[in-house]
T-cell receptor, first 110, second 117 residues
Framework: GIQVEQSPPDLILQEGANSTLRCNFS?????LQWFHQNPWGQLINLFY???GTKQNGRLSATTVATERYSLLYISSSQTTDSGVYFC????????????FGQGTTLQVKP | NAGVTQTPKFQVLKTGQSMTLQCAQD?????MSWYRQDPGMGLRLIHY???????DQGEVPNGYNVSRSTTEDFPLRLLSAAPSQTSVYFC????????????????FGPGTRLTVL
């Protein structure tokens, strides 16, 4: 099956700093989502981005499907950005099955 | 819309007990799934359904049963709970097209934290 690798596994930032999270996947996908899991365990949808670039406020994401990677950019980080960021991909079966990476744990210090 | 709802939020079981985790969605999504999340890990797929009356196994199906009698509901049954099933369980749903203006985006419920003693 598809393998999903995220890097870095852990990241510590000072408030106001920028960061880039990476997601590599081993096969072609037809959906890719980024999630933020907040300290209460809730999974927040950030982006659905199987290809191309999207922006939402201080966050943006880019997926280069032909090279099998996606990037999540966080600019001007805030303490509320802390938590775990997951990349999840779906394969060609298009049945809604998502394969999750191990996540990047982000801590933003004031 | 309430989105994806799950009950209960927390549950403690003794080894060998059975229970059902409830999941419901009001978005008329055909696809629904159950995942489990263990400490320090991403989510792993237990079972999924592509529509009423159709279910299939995911990565880690052993010890769990599902059925899908309606579009809205997708309960997960633990037949004989084991300590290895201590985890956080997430239900998710997805529309094949349209639905809230998104295509193929999956939405997750708030989770059920299960402890098996």
């Amino acid at each position: 099956g598809i393998q999903v690798e995220q890097s870095p596994p852990d990241l510590i930032l000072q408030e106001g700093a920028n960061s880039t999270l990476r997601c590599n996947f081993s096969d072609s996908v037809n959906n890719l989502q980024w999630f933020h899991q907040n300290p209460w365990g809730q999974l927040i949808n950030l982006f659905y981005i199987p290809s191309g670039t999207k922006q939402n406020g201080r966050l943006s994401a880019t997926t280069v499907a032909t090279e099998r990677y996606s990037l999540l950019y966080i600019s001007s980080s805030q303490t509320t950005d802390s938590g775990v960021y997951f990349c999840a991909v779906g394969g060609s079966s298009n049945t809604g099955k998502l394969i999750f990476g191990q996540g990047t744990t982000l801590q933003v210090k004031p | 819309n309430a989105g994806v709802t799950q009950t209960p939020k927390f549950q403690v079981l003794k080894t060998g007990q059975s229970m059902t985790l409830q999941c419901a969605q009001d978005m008329n999504h055909e696809y629904m799934s159950w995942y489990r999340q263990d400490p320090g890990m991403g989510l792993r797929l237990i079972h999924y359904s592509v529509g009423a009356g159709i279910t299939d196994q995911g990565e880690v199906p052993n010890g769990y049963n599902v059925s899908r009698s309606t579009t809205e509901d997708f309960p997960l049954r633990l037949l004989s709970a084991a300590p290895s099933q201590t985890s956080v369980y997430f239900c998710a749903s997805r529309s094949p097209s349209g639905g809230r203006g998104f295509y193929n985006e999956q939405f997750f419920g708030p989770g059920t934290r299960l402890t098996v003693l």
